[in-house]
């Protein structure tokens, strides 16, 4: 998949705990020395020292290295998404942030006025694009009416399935479809079928909960959130796993 100009690689990363300290500044350069050019936060996430942490690990960005973050999360007004939006470009250490995303519809608003709040800071040259998150086809096509949408982050996963037709839309419409918590917690993914099959493949289970996001569509691009380099490192080899067929349809069988 591409966001703009940009090829993203399938597997990024999630930075919801992300603190700022030196081992997770290291952790985030790291990530891209290992090949992730996708990484995720959000306004709100360890209280902005997530976004802080990625700014002092990578500012200035490098070229082919897209970050996206979130804000709205609880408050979908104009005058609060602007501020938010300037205070993510702050601790990213950025002008123009890649991808931002309304990060929850909020009831209160209505969904256009937090839309056009977000497409005036891209006209004003503060943001490349623009996403949604946890929303339905009927909000995404109601948005696309403001603003061009390129990605949509949904909860999606093996164990969690409540978007398939999101997945089916983003697909025809050439949109991200990002999943966040992606191996919906890695204990509650063992079963007989997921260890049959990883065993089989020589395998971890989280990363044949990651190969079967990838097949079911070319759209979906996984964001696992990790602390640690080894986990990172094997998240990114389930790029490596083309499951079968009937490997697929067996998983998809377990909801």
Not at 162 to 175: A, F, L, P, S, T
Request: glycine content about 8%.
């Amino acid at each position: 998949m591409r966001l703009g100009s940009t090829d993203i690689n399938r597997i990024g990363l999630g930075t919801n705990r992300l603190t700022d300290t030196e081992q997770n500044r290291a952790l985030v350069a790291e990530a891209v020395t290992a090949g992730i050019n996708f990484i995720d936060t959000a306004h709100l996430y360890a209280g902005g020292r997530s976004e802080a942490t990625i700014g002092a690990a990578l500012a200035p960005f490098p070229d082919g290295i897209v970050v996206a973050t979130k804000g709205g999360y609880d408050d979908g007004r104009p005058e609060t998404l602007a501020a938010q939006i300037e205070e993510s470009l702050r601790r990213l250490r950025t002008d123009t942030i890649d991808l931002y995303y309304l990060h929850r519809v909020d009831p209160k608003v209505p969904l256009e006025r937090s839309v056009e709040a977000i497409n005036e800071a891209r006209e004003d040259g503060k943001l490349r694009h623009v996403g949604l998150s946890e929303v339905g086809v009927g909000e995404i096509e109601r948005a696309r009416r403001v603003v061009p949408i390129v990605a949509v982050q949904n909860h999606y996963s093996l164990s969690e399935r409540k978007y398939e037709d999101v997945i089916d839309y983003c697909e025809q419409e050439q949109i991200l479809f990002v999943p966040f918590y992606p191996l919906g917690g890695r204990t509650g993914l063992r079963n007989e079928t997921t260890e049959e099959i990883a065993a089989a493949r020589g395998a971890s289970v989280s990363q044949i909960a990651l190969a079967w996001l990838l097949k079911r569509s070319p759209a979906i691009v996984p964001i696992p959130g990790t602390l640690s380099l080894n986990h990172l490192r094997e998240n990114t080899a389930a790029l490596e796993i083309e499951l079968a067929d009937e490997e697929f349809e067996a998983l998809a069988r377990l909801q």
